[in-house]
């Protein structure tokens, strides 16, 4: 198990900014490939960007320019820099974890964890 507790979201105007954290327990964070989903209501839940072991990424062409993951191995921790919002980032952010370290996954059924979710809202 690799529990995974989201942290940073909130509501924000259009343009702004926020920082989403993921703070992941036990001594694996570190071979792990990461990633972060969202979810808005009605809608299913979609790709946003993943983290391979090595620090290798890869972005949704929806967020790529305006989004950045990285992740800090000392920390165990993950994150998520969102600038230039739109109100159509509004979604339950949550990120997830496989142990398939070298890959950058872009599917749900690819990460084995998954955290409970952090509440990003945009306002126009």
């Known amino acids: 198990q690799v529990p995974l507790v989201e942290s940073g979201g909130g509501l924000v105007q259009a343009g702004g900014s926020l920082r989403l954290s993921c703070a992941a327990s036990?001594?694996?964070?570190?071979?792990?490939?990461m990633g972060w989903f969202r979810q808005a209501p009605g809608k299913e839940r979609e790709f946003v960007a993943a983290?391979?072991?090595?620090?290798?990424?890869y972005y949704s062409n929806s967020v790529k320019g305006r989004f950045t993951i990285s992740r800090d191995n000392a920390k165990n921790t993950l994150y998520l820099q969102m600038n230039t919002l739109k109100p159509e980032d509004t979604a339950l952010y949550y990120c997830?974890?496989?142990?398939?370290?070298?890959?950058?996954?872009?599917?749900?059924?690819?990460?084995?964890?998954w955290g409970q979710g952090t509440q990003v809202t945009v306002s126009s």
């Open positions: 036990g001594r694996t964070f570190s071979s792990y490939a």
């Open positions: 997830a974890a496989t142990p398939l370290g070298l890959r950058l996954p872009a599917t749900p059924r690819e990460y084995d964890y």
């Open positions: 983290i391979n072991w090595n620090s290798n990424t």
